[in-house]
């Protein structure tokens, strides 16, 4: 968090812009500029505009909006659901999706099957999440009419959303259950097992697939982290009032201590996405409790 909160404000005011001169217009004279830019501290060294903000953000103060005024954890706290309600839809449709499409593959190593899910993988992968946001629309919403454009109100409009922003994550959770299941059910276990005359399934989800989870988990906690990120191309597309969206309305107008803020929280987010797995292992492999 320290590294992530570094990099951010340094980023974020090496960057081209001075909220001063976007807060007091194009026709403001330099001395009320200069004004502002003392008033918002940001006439202070570098060194010395991180402590202060790090001091505030250790006390759960992120600060204010240099836009609206309003403290930055309530602009936040306004936004949080509905970004949250995105990506937590979008990480159990790409979950579910593939690992189902993942076991299927390998069970069916090298069918038809297994061909048509790995190309779709593939492509899953390789294609933006505005341009499969944009041919939804088109599709589903513009020529079929069975989904709203954008927006945020109620399941219908989650739908399209969900599915452009978990796309790519559903081909690379397939990919990697069916690497892992392969490798898996190569081992002395699984043999053992169908020597003593279990069926296929009763192997594949009694014994194999149990252990293939443990890397799959570790990609799905990264594929969360991904999908937050993901969420502010997303909702830009779909016009849903998300954290997302603020993000990206608050580095328009230079508004420093909203994207910090936001920043820090989707970090926060993926810290403890990854402390949760680290737990979670332990219940997927018996291995990790012994030692």
């Not at 009320?32 to 010395?48: A, E, F, S, T």
């Not at 903000?53 to 706290?77: F, H, N, Q, Y």
């Not at 390789?126 to 954008?150: A, K, N, Q, Y």
């Not at 594929?223 to 937050?228: D, I, K, R």
């Amino acid at each position: 968090m320290v590294a992530i909160s570094l990099i951010v404000f340094g980023l974020l005011h090496l960057a081209p812009g001075d909220p001063a001169f976007v807060l007091a217009g194009e026709d403001a004279a330099p001395a009320d500029i200069q004004q502002i830019r003392v008033n918002l501290g940001l006439n202070k060294p570098l060194y010395v505009q991180y402590g202060l903000w790090a001091s505030r953000v250790v006390r759960g103060d992120l600060g204010r909006s240099i836009i609206t005024r309003r403290p930055v954890i309530t602009e936040i706290r306004s936004r949080i659901w509905p970004t949250t309600e995105l990506a937590t839809a979008a990480m159990v449709l790409a979950t579910v999706l593939g690992v189902i499409i993942g076991v299927v593959s390998a069970t069916y190593q090298y069918s038809f099957v297994d061909h048509v899910a790995m190309v779709g993988a593939l492509l899953g992968v390789s294609l933006p999440i505005f341009w499969v946001g944009l041919m939804m629309i088109f599709l589903f919403s513009v020529e079929l009419r069975w989904f709203p454009t954008g927006g945020a109100a109620g399941i219908r409009a989650l739908v399209l959303p969900a599915l452009a922003l978990g796309a790519a994550s559903v081909a690379i959770i397939a990919r990697m259950t069916r690497s892992s299941l392969l490798e898996v059910i190569r081992q002395d276990f699984t043999r053992t097992a169908r020597a003593k005359g279990l069926s296929a399934r009763a192997v594949i989800f009694r014994h194999a697939l149990r252990n293939a989870l443990v890397p799959v988990v570790t990609v799905i906690s990264l594929q969360f982290g991904y999908l937050l990120g993901g969420a502010v191309v997303t909702e830009t597309v779909f016009s849903r009032p998300g954290l997302g969206r603020m993000l990206v309305d608050a580095i328009r107008s230079r508004d420093f201590p909203v994207v910090q803020g936001g920043l820090m929280i989707l970090g926060a987010a993926f810290v403890v996405m990854n402390a949760a797995v680290d737990v979670l292992y332990a219940y997927l492999d018996p291995r990790v409790r012994y030692d």
